[in-house]
């Protein structure tokens, strides 16, 4: 871990560097030095290839680590993998509180390869709690804005740090972050120790130990996708594996910490303990780095992982094994590391309760094909022929679902008590027989009541360029005129719902009324194309995919028929119908529409029964350039089986103009989709996703 900065724009009153024991801080430079990079850039490389190591990570941390400036931290994760060469795999990571990132930062530190995690104790009044500007100001909107800026860039986007604060409820944390889609999230309890007990806990001694397993018990029964790294390492350590955090378990030292006037230091957060209580000998100018590795300070440390080192009451314990001491820092006293952490009762409480939810739901495992959350057949799902059924099914409870979320918006509109016209047509639309049922299979409606339901609970909620959404009440106004009138056919085209384009920001163009007329005629000729092939597709499509938006993306090459869906817009398939100044061809079109509706065929299993299990873990995929994480991995290959049929019935019709076109796409779809089934046998799927997988392989070969 490389502090580059060592000051910060946030004052939070629980930050171990700038509010406990240890005051080093105020003695360091703001800045890690250029001489300072250049040193341990070189002591880097000499001890990779010293240790033999295949990889390593440097971890860019302060203090606040965008006070360097994005430029200076690009040019030093450059140095950084110069020096080390090609022998080792690198991993650079970047941990910020969000408020210096801008669209412009997350694009260089993406393409650098920087990975980033972001500081964020959950909704606004879980983050103000103590995440404030040294005048008591809220961070939570700028944080908010990043966070939002991190979701569009997942290849960047490592996870969030949030502190827990009893005071919050466990489920309102779970929810804020599964609704936020997060990656990855770790849990941390305040740091304390026996000297400054956690806060609030002598007033009432139970107050973290209720928390912790009931934030246990609303994961594992409600938010298993999401992944908790807390509470998975604990699972981890009841299984008997390595926890792979310093909280659970038995362990080694992996991490050393460089300070910004180059000196060596161990865990960082043992700041909490005492003055200096992190000190190492020697700097990145005068000391190898083989040399602190081997240090009697941090074998020291070492020893307090192992079971030889704990205190006697430890040593004695029959959940040893699984908690391993605690974080070290936590067993601090005035007999110094000797002591079980200060979390010992809430530790032993839930690992205790763990064992026993863990041995509850062992269960005979179902038969293969059938998902968790989905009773239907799976080869049936894939085929649109044979899924009508199930399709539907699935499309009336993800409609239920949304209808709920717009009733709740409306509501909320409605008790904001103010006297516009969007209150009064959200009035109008509650007492309005079906009207929500019908408004609910709008994509446009849908992505308009979450960011209403986001503003109720004090999230500040953005578009993909980062801009703010706001509330719009005169929403509701423009949804009640869309009652009046014949039902539009499904999909609507390229409507002036402002809640189709507004979750994009600037970020995609949408084409003018005329192109729109001038495109009109070619969806309807790519519809029947479709319909032409397989009708039981055509059907299935209209009935999941209720609006097509002409779109162009303006970072993309002119020459490049671009598509997505976004599963914040459900329903809606974006395309692109221009290429060269021209309309694109109409086979063209089609593929596009295929690709996303089986995204959207995709998506409404996942809502279900998820196909791959929360990982850190990216991969290639043989259609992107960057890595992707398994279910990115496994979408394509959904889509790419259909696209595959699509393009063999193309080389069927015999056209002149497509036969190489359709001859090549089919060849080069069969090759990357045996690679990627390759790589998706190593990712972790659920029993869904291995199921679905054998349905697509072998729909690969026919």
């Given at each position: ?11 939070c ?26 040193a ?8 990779v290839?010293?240790?033999g ?6 971890v860019l941390?302060g203090?606040?680590p ?8 690009v ?7 110069d ?20 669209p ?6 993406s ?8 500081s964020?104790?959950g ?49 309102r944390l ?28 002598f ?17 594992f029964d ?12 604990l ?8 926890s ?12 050393i ?9 161990d865990?960082d ?5 005492s003055?200096?209580a ?25 020893a307090?992982?192992?079971?030889e ?20 820092p ?36 179902a038969?293969?094909g ?9 080869r049936?799902?894939e085929?649109?022929?044979t ?9 009336a ?5 949304q ?24 009035r ?18 849908v992505a ?12 500040t ?33 390229h409507?002036?719902?402002p809640w ?13 009324p ?18 032409a ?11 999941i995919c209720?609006?097509?938006q ?6 993309a ?15 809606a398939l974006y ?5 060269r100044g ?6 063209d ?29 990216k991969?290639?995929s ?9 279910s990115?991995l496994?979408h394509?290959?959904f889509?790419?089986?259909e696209?595959?049929r ?13 036969n ?9 779809t ?29 729909a690969?070969?026919?």
């Amino acid at each position: 871990m490389v502090k580059v900065a060592s000051r910060c724009n946030l004052d939070c009153d629980y930050c171990y560097v700038y509010h406990h024991a240890d005051q080093t801080w105020l003695s360091m430079p703001r800045l890690l030095s250029p001489h300072n990079r250049e040193a341990f850039a070189t002591r880097l490389a000499c001890y990779v290839a010293d240790a033999g190591l295949q990889r390593c990570v440097v971890v860019l941390h302060g203090g606040e680590p965008l006070l360097m400036g994005v430029t200076e931290l690009v040019a030093f994760a450059a140095q950084l993998r110069d020096a080390v060469g090609v022998s080792a795999q690198l991993d650079i990571g970047l941990q910020t509180n969000g408020l210096l990132l801008t669209p412009e930062a997350l694009e260089e530190l993406s393409r650098a390869g920087i990975g980033i995690s972001l500081s964020l104790d959950g909704p606004k009044e879980a983050n103000d709690l103590h995440r404030t500007s040294r005048r008591g100001r809220s961070s939570f909107d700028q944080t908010y804005r990043a966070l939002q800026l991190l979701r569009s860039a997942p290849d960047a986007f490592a996870g969030v740090i949030a502190v827990i604060d009893p005071r919050i409820p466990p489920r309102r944390l779970l929810e804020f972050f599964s609704e936020q889609q997060v990656p990855r999230l770790d849990f941390l309890l305040p740091d304390a120790h026996h000297q400054r007990p956690p806060p609030g806990r002598f007033e009432r001694p139970d107050l973290y130990e209720k928390w912790l397993i009931e934030a246990f018990d609303l994961w594992f029964d409600e938010y298993p996708t999401l992944e908790v790294r807390t509470f998975e390492a604990l699972l981890d350590a009841v299984a008997g594996m390595p926890s792979q955090t310093d909280a659970f378990g038995f362990g080694d030292v992996s991490l050393i910490t460089v300070e910004t006037d180059g000196s060596y230091h161990d865990l960082d957060v043992l700041k909490v303990v005492s003055q200096g209580a992190t000190r190492l000998h020697g700097t990145v100018s005068d000391t190898p780095i083989a040399d602190v590795a081997a240090s009697p300070a941090l074998a020291a440390h070492r020893a307090l992982l192992s079971k030889e080192g704990l205190c006697h009451t430890c040593r004695n314990c029959d959940v040893v094994d699984v908690c391993g001491g605690g974080s070290v820092p936590h067993r601090f006293g005035v007999n110094g590391f000797k002591n079980p952490t200060v979390y010992c009762k809430e530790m032993r409480a839930l690992i205790q309760h763990v064992h026993s939810r863990v041995a509850a739901s062992l269960v005979v495992p179902a038969p293969n094909g059938a998902a968790v959350g989905y009773a239907g057949e799976l080869r049936e799902f894939e085929c649109a022929e044979t899924s009508h059924g199930s399709v539907a099914a699935l499309w009336a409870d993800a409609t239920a679902a949304q209808a709920t979320a717009l009733r709740n918006a409306l509501l909320f509109l409605v008790n904001c008590n103010d006297q516009s016209e969007g209150t009064a047509a959200a009035r109008v639309l509650l007492a309005t027989p079906n009207a929500i049922d019908s408004l609910a299979q709008s994509p446009g409606a849908v992505a308009w009541s979450n960011a209403l339901l986001a503003k109720e609970s004090g999230r500040t909620l953005a578009a993909v360029d980062g801009s703010v959404l706001e509330l719009d009440a005169p929403y509701a106004q423009w949804l009640l005129g869309t009652l009046h009138g014949s039902p539009e056919p499904s999909p609507v085209v390229h409507a002036a719902d402002p809640w189709l384009r507004r979750p994009f920001g600037g970020a995609i163009h949408f084409e003018s009324p005329d192109v729109m007329r001038g495109a009109l005629p070619l969806l309807h000729e790519a519809l029947g194309i479709l319909q032409a092939w397989r009708p039981a597709l055509a059907h299935e499509l209209r009935m999941i995919c209720r609006a097509v938006q002409f779109i162009r993306d303006p970072a993309a090459d002119p020459d490049k028929i671009v598509s997505f869906s976004d599963n914040a817009v459900p329903g809606a398939l974006y395309v692109s119908v221009v290429q060269r100044g021209g309309l694109i061809d109409a086979y063209d079109l089609a593929d596009s529409l295929l690709h996303e509706y089986r995204h959207q065929k995709l998506y409404l299993l996942e809502r279900v029964a998820p196909v791959a299990v929360p990982t850190a873990q990216k991969v290639v995929s043989p259609w992107r350039q960057d890595l992707r994480p398994p279910s990115g991995l496994f979408h394509a290959i959904f889509v790419f089986v259909e696209l595959r049929r699509f393009w063999k019935y193309v080389q069927s019709l015999d056209l002149d103009r497509l036969n190489r076109r359709a001859q090549n796409q089919v060849m080069d779809t069969d090759a990357r989709l045996r690679d990627a089934f390759k790589t998706l046998a190593t990712c972790p799927l659920t029993s869904t996703g291995r199921s679905l997988a054998a349905v697509l392989e072998t729909a690969a070969q026919e």
